[in-house]
Structure formats: structure tokens, C-alpha cells
């Protein structure tokens, strides 16, 4: 589990896009199975696809303001 915490810190935006692109995934193979036309499938697993994204920004904004980001520095890493 700690690998996991430590590599969320480093690549914070590389994982929202995983959870973006898993959240598509899942969501549209969930919506496959029901008897709605094509187009609407899409449109679902988007919205959902955007709500997950937007929870995982704000943990990852969460995340860098706490200061638990493995980041020695505290700040962005411009070396104040």
C-alpha cells in the first residue's frame, strides 16, 4: 500500500489519468449490458467517467496541500 501512496505522490496527474481512463472503461462496459442506443452508452460513461476525475483532482490537490507527498521541499519543487 505504501508503494501506492508514494507513486500517487509522484505522479500525481499520470494518476488521475489512469483513474480516468479505468473509470471510461468500467463505466462502459457497465452500460453495455443495458438496452439503451449507442450514443447514450458513451454520454454516461463520460459523465461518470468525469465525476471520478474530479474526486481524484481534488485528492490529489488534498493530497499536495496536506503536505503528505513525499515531497521534501514542502512546496512545488522550484527550490526556494
Same mark, same amino acid.
Given at each position: 500500500?505504501? /508503494? #501506492? %501512496?508514494?507513486?500517487? &505522490? /509522484?505522479? *500525481? @496527474? *499520470?494518476? +488521475?489519468? #489512469?483513474?480516468?481512463?479505468?473509470? !471510461?472503461? #468500467?463505466? @462502459?462496459?457497465?452500460q453495455?449490458? *443495458?438496452? =439503451?442506443?449507442?450514443?447514450? *452508452? =458513451? #454520454?454516461?460513461? %463520460?459523465?461518470?467517467?468525469?465525476? @471520478?476525475?474530479?474526486?481524484? !483532482? $481534488? $485528492?490529489?490537490? &488534498? @493530497?499536495?496541500?496536506?503536505?503528505?507527498?513525499?515531497?521534501?521541499?514542502?512546496?512545488?519543487?522550484?527550490? +526556494?
Open positions: 500500500m505504501d /508503494r #501506492i %501512496r508514494g507513486y500517487v &505522490a /509522484r505522479e *500525481k @496527474l *499520470k494518476s +488521475v489519468g #489512469i483513474v480516468w481512463a479505468s473509470g !471510461l472503461g #468500467i463505466t @462502459l462496459a457497465y453495455w449490458s *443495458k438496452p =439503451i442506443p449507442l450514443q447514450m *452508452k =458513451i #454520454i454516461h460513461s %463520460r459523465v461518470a467517467a468525469q465525476a @471520478l476525475t474530479l474526486g481524484a !483532482l $481534488a $485528492a490529489a490537490a &488534498a @493530497l499536495h496541500l496536506t503536505g503528505n507527498d513525499e515531497n521534501p521541499t514542502g512546496g512545488s519543487g522550484a527550490g +526556494v
